[in-house]
Protein backbone atom coordinates (compact mmCIF):
# COMPACT_ATOMS: atom_id res chain seq x y z
CA UNK A 1 0.00 0.00 0.00
CA UNK A 2 1.34 3.74 -0.82
CA UNK A 3 1.31 6.53 1.18
CA UNK A 4 -0.71 9.21 1.47
CA UNK A 5 -0.01 12.05 -0.88
CA UNK A 6 -0.43 16.16 -1.57
CA UNK A 7 -1.58 17.08 -4.86
CA UNK A 8 -1.08 20.18 -6.30
CA UNK A 9 -1.12 20.88 -10.35
CA UNK A 10 -3.75 21.90 -12.61
CA UNK A 11 -6.55 19.21 -12.98
CA UNK A 12 -5.63 16.99 -10.65
CA UNK A 13 -8.61 15.33 -8.67
CA UNK A 14 -9.77 13.07 -5.82
CA UNK A 15 -12.29 10.22 -5.34
CA UNK A 16 -13.70 9.09 -2.64
CA UNK A 17 -17.65 8.17 -0.52
CA UNK A 18 -15.80 10.63 2.06
CA UNK A 19 -13.87 14.03 1.74
CA UNK A 20 -13.36 16.95 4.05
CA UNK A 21 -12.82 20.43 2.53
CA UNK A 22 -11.28 23.53 3.72
CA UNK A 23 -11.05 26.72 2.38
CA UNK A 24 -11.95 30.61 2.64
CA UNK A 25 -14.69 30.96 0.85
CA UNK A 26 -17.11 28.10 0.27
CA UNK A 27 -19.77 28.42 -2.18
CA UNK A 28 -23.97 27.59 -1.59
CA UNK A 29 -24.14 24.18 -3.40
CA UNK A 30 -25.31 24.00 -6.54
CA UNK A 31 -28.09 21.92 -7.97
CA UNK A 32 -26.83 19.62 -10.95
CA UNK A 33 -29.84 17.17 -12.22
CA UNK A 34 -29.15 14.50 -14.80
CA UNK A 35 -31.10 11.32 -16.35
CA UNK A 36 -28.88 8.48 -16.57
CA UNK A 37 -30.36 5.50 -17.87
CA UNK A 38 -33.43 6.09 -17.08
CA UNK A 39 -32.33 7.80 -13.38
CA UNK A 40 -32.50 10.50 -12.39
CA UNK A 41 -29.07 11.56 -10.35
CA UNK A 42 -29.21 14.49 -8.28
CA UNK A 43 -25.68 15.95 -7.09
CA UNK A 44 -24.10 18.63 -5.65
CA UNK A 45 -21.57 21.07 -7.42
CA UNK A 46 -19.20 22.89 -4.17
CA UNK A 47 -16.44 25.50 -5.33
CA UNK A 48 -13.51 25.87 -2.90
CA UNK A 49 -11.86 29.23 -3.03
CA UNK A 50 -8.59 31.14 -0.84
CA UNK A 51 -6.35 28.48 -0.54
CA UNK A 52 -8.26 25.05 -1.07
CA UNK A 53 -8.18 21.56 0.77
CA UNK A 54 -9.36 18.89 0.01
CA UNK A 55 -8.39 15.57 1.96
CA UNK A 56 -9.94 11.89 1.84
CA UNK A 57 -11.09 10.77 5.51
CA UNK A 58 -12.63 7.15 4.73
CA UNK A 59 -13.39 5.16 1.81
CA UNK A 60 -11.36 6.23 -1.07
CA UNK A 61 -11.85 4.92 -4.96
CA UNK A 62 -9.85 2.46 -6.66
CA UNK A 63 -6.21 4.03 -7.10
CA UNK A 64 -6.21 6.21 -4.16
CA UNK A 65 -5.31 5.71 0.09
CA UNK A 66 -7.24 7.56 2.44
CA UNK A 67 -5.07 10.64 3.45
CA UNK A 68 -5.07 11.42 0.04
CA UNK A 69 -4.75 15.65 -0.52
CA UNK A 70 -5.56 17.88 -2.64
CA UNK A 71 -4.36 21.86 -2.24
CA UNK A 72 -4.56 25.06 -4.55
CA UNK A 73 -6.30 28.15 -4.99
CA UNK A 74 -9.35 26.79 -6.16
CA UNK A 75 -11.32 23.70 -6.14
CA UNK A 76 -14.09 22.35 -7.55
CA UNK A 77 -16.23 19.51 -6.20
CA UNK A 78 -19.06 17.21 -6.26
CA UNK A 79 -21.14 15.22 -4.16
CA UNK A 80 -24.45 13.62 -3.53
CA UNK A 81 -24.74 14.80 -0.01
CA UNK A 82 -22.82 18.01 1.49
CA UNK A 83 -22.68 18.17 5.09
CA UNK A 84 -23.97 21.38 7.27
CA UNK A 85 -20.66 24.78 6.83
CA UNK A 86 -18.92 25.18 9.77
CA UNK A 87 -16.19 27.64 11.01
CA UNK A 88 -13.09 25.83 12.49
CA UNK A 89 -10.16 27.16 14.65
CA UNK A 90 -8.17 30.17 12.69
CA UNK A 91 -7.73 33.98 13.33
CA UNK A 92 -10.56 36.20 13.52
CA UNK A 93 -10.13 38.31 10.12
CA UNK A 94 -9.26 34.77 8.50
CA UNK A 95 -12.38 32.70 9.18
CA UNK A 96 -11.46 28.58 7.40
CA UNK A 97 -14.72 27.14 6.82
CA UNK A 98 -15.05 23.36 6.33
CA UNK A 99 -17.70 21.09 5.20
CA UNK A 100 -17.85 17.19 4.83
CA UNK A 101 -18.77 15.90 1.78
CA UNK A 102 -20.60 12.40 1.75
CA UNK A 103 -21.57 9.95 -1.37
CA UNK A 104 -19.64 9.51 -4.59
CA UNK A 105 -17.26 13.04 -4.11
CA UNK A 106 -15.03 13.99 -6.83
CA UNK A 107 -12.73 17.00 -6.50
CA UNK A 108 -10.72 18.71 -9.11
CA UNK A 109 -8.38 21.35 -9.29
CA UNK A 110 -8.66 24.01 -11.59
CA UNK A 111 -6.67 27.20 -10.66
CA UNK A 112 -3.31 25.90 -8.96
CA UNK A 113 -1.37 27.00 -6.14
CA UNK A 114 0.60 30.61 -6.93
CA UNK A 115 4.36 29.79 -6.35
CA UNK A 116 5.85 31.37 -3.58
CA UNK A 117 8.71 33.57 -4.81
CA UNK A 118 11.19 34.55 -2.26
CA UNK A 119 12.00 37.72 -1.67
CA UNK A 120 15.12 39.38 -2.19
CA UNK A 121 16.95 41.53 0.33
CA UNK A 122 18.81 44.82 -1.04
CA UNK A 123 21.72 43.70 2.33
CA UNK A 124 22.43 40.35 0.18
CA UNK A 125 24.38 41.87 -2.19
CA UNK A 126 26.75 43.29 0.57
CA UNK A 127 27.25 39.77 2.08
CA UNK A 128 30.42 38.58 0.79
CA UNK A 129 31.37 34.62 1.42
CA UNK A 130 35.22 34.10 2.05
CA UNK A 131 37.26 30.69 2.92
CA UNK A 132 39.20 31.19 6.08
CA UNK A 133 42.57 30.77 5.25
CA UNK A 134 45.05 28.60 6.83
CA UNK A 135 48.57 30.29 7.27
CA UNK A 136 50.22 26.54 7.85
CA UNK A 137 49.72 25.48 4.65
CA UNK A 138 53.28 26.32 2.53
Do not use: W
Request: proline share 4%; net charge positive.
Amino acid sequence: MRPSRIRYNANDSLKAEYVVVKARNISKPKRLVEKRLGRTIERRRIKLSGTASAKIERQPAEGYVVGDQLSAEVIVSESDKPRRLKVVSGTSTHKIQQRNLRGNVFCVITLPMRSVREAKSHLAADIKFSLPVNENEN
